[in-house]
Nanobody, 123 residues
Framework: VHLVESGGGLVQPGGSLRLSCAAS????????MGWFRQAPGKEREFVAA????????RYADSVKGRFTISRDNAKNTVYLQMNSLKPEDTAVHYC?????????????????WGQGTQVTVSS
């Protein structure tokens, strides 16, 4: 399974970005998909996850109410809409795929990873 993220960039505090993650080489509709992020000097942390169908989601407390994860199984793509961005959201953002059942929030539970896309929130 090959995952490719896009949509990162530089944005001012309070701004928005939408990240995309395109999957290939597997059965995308059978994967639980997650977004994680890693800031310099910090461990990789969970951001959001979505189930196969897209009707169940989970978020880290730090992004709840600001970020929305969604997926389009016809396009083999998962999205992360990020609103009201803060400087502390600055990090490399990764998408990941899990072939199990149920939402996962630990990085070690995900088998496949993209290369990451940089999100920088600064004025």
């Amino acid at each position: 399974v090959h995952l490719v993220e896009s949509g990162g960039g530089l944005v001012q505090p309070g701004g928005s970005l939408r990240l995309s993650c395109a999957a290939s080489g597997g059965t995308f509709s059978r994967y639980v998909m997650g977004w994680f992020r890693q800031a310099p000097g910090k461990e990789r942390e969970f951001v959001a996850a979505i189930n196969w169908i897209g009707d169940d989601t989970r978020y880290a407390d730090s992004v709840k109410g600001r970020f929305t994860i969604s997926r389009d199984n016809a396009k083999n793509t998962v999205y992360l809409q990020m609103n009201s961005l803060k400087p502390e959201d600055t990090a490399v953002h990764y998408c990941a795929a899990n072939t199990g059942v149920g939402l996962r929030t630990s990085a070690w539970e995900y088998e496949y990873w993209g290369q990451g896309t940089q999100v920088t929130v600064s004025s």
